[in-house]
Each structure stands twice: as C-alpha cells, then as structure tokens.
C-alpha cells in the first residue's frame, strides 16, 4: 500500500505539511485511475449492461423461437408438398397407363373402321360394276333388238310391198271375224 500513497507524492518533492500537489508522472497514476474508473463503471454499469445483455438476450431466444417456428413450418409444408407429389406421381402413372390403354383402344378401333371402311368401298365397287355391267347388257340388248327389228323390217319390206301388205292384213282380218260370227251362231 506503500507503493500506491507513494505515487500519488510526486518524485524529488517533499510534501510539505498541509500541501496539496498533483502527481504529474503518468506511469504510475495511470493503473489508479483506470482502476477507479472501472470500479465505477462496474458499480454503476452493471445494472444497464445486464439490462442491455437481458434484452439483446431475450431478442435473440425470440428471433431462435421464430425462426424454429419458421423451420416446423417449413418442414409440414415439405411433407405436405412430399405428400402431393406422390400423389401427382401417381396419378401421372394412372393416367400414363391409362394412355396408353387408350391409345391402343384407339389404334384397333381405327383399325377396325378402317377395315370395315374398305369392305364398304369393296362391296359399293362390286355393286357398281355388276349395275355397269348389267346397263352395257341392256344396251347391247337393246341394239341387238333394235338391229334384229330393223333387218326384220327391211326382209318384210323387201317380200311385200304396201299394197300386197294392206290386202293380207285385210283378208286375215275378215277370216278371223268371220270365224268370230260363226261361233256366235
């Protein structure tokens, strides 16, 4: 305790009694006065410092407290979403099987109309050149019997002449009402 009243007397002076005098050497008045400002700044600090550590404290447990919130939250919206994509998965295989199904459904329906199609169009073209062939039938036919009434003609026309014609036709007519008069008798 010596040593700290003996820096507060400054070196080479002699105080003299009832004199006051400033120690002027900074080397040994500097760890006293730091002391004494801690000692106060602690004394009087320490309620403010606590009250500043208590709510930068409280503010970070609150800011965890979110943020553990946030992270639950996070992790059900996760499973939630995990949830709905297996489900989209599932119904994405449903609906690709499902296709496919479809689509070989409708490649042996398409195959079928269009064979039957092809009946049709096979039997309306049989149709069609049996009618055809039907009509050139008549048509020849018809020729044959429009040649064959012609030649017909030109014979009779060549064997009688008109009048020689008229007189047969008469006679056979009055032969035959003649024999219808003798029936009715």
């Known amino acids: 305790m010596k040593k700290i ?12 009694a009832g004199s006051f005098e400033f120690n002027t050497d900074i080397l040994a008045t500097n760890p006293i006065n730091l002391s004494v400002v ?13 009250d500043l550590l208590d709510k930068r404290k409280q503010s970070i447990l609150s800011t965890i407290r979110n943020s553990e919130g946030l992270h639950r ?3 059900e919206q996760l ?6 994509l297996r489900k989209v ?50 048509q020849v036919r018809q020729k044959v019997l429009q040649q064959a009434l012609r030649k017909a003609l030109v014979t009779l026309n060549s064997f009688l002449n008109s009048n020689e014609l008229h007189l047969r036709t008469i006679n056979a007519n009055i032969g035959i ?9």
């Open 89 to 138: 998965e599932i119904e994405a295989d449903e609906y690709r099987t499902n296709g496919y199904s479809e689509i070989e459904r409708e490649k042996v329906n398409l195959i079928n109309s269009t064979c039957n199609s092809l009946k049709r169009l096979e039997d309306y073209k049989n149709e069609t050149i049996f009618f055809e062939q039907q009509r050139a039938i008549n």
């Open 177 to 185: 009402l003649g024999s219808v008069e003798e029936r009715t008798y």
């Open 38 to 50: 801690l000692g106060v700044l602690i004394f009087f600090g320490k309620g403010v410092l606590n």
């Open 5 to 16: 009243t003996d820096s507060f007397v400054s070196v080479g002076h002699r105080p003299s």
């Open 79 to 84: 499973e939630r979403a995990r949830v709905q």
């Open 73 to 75: 939250g996070a992790i």
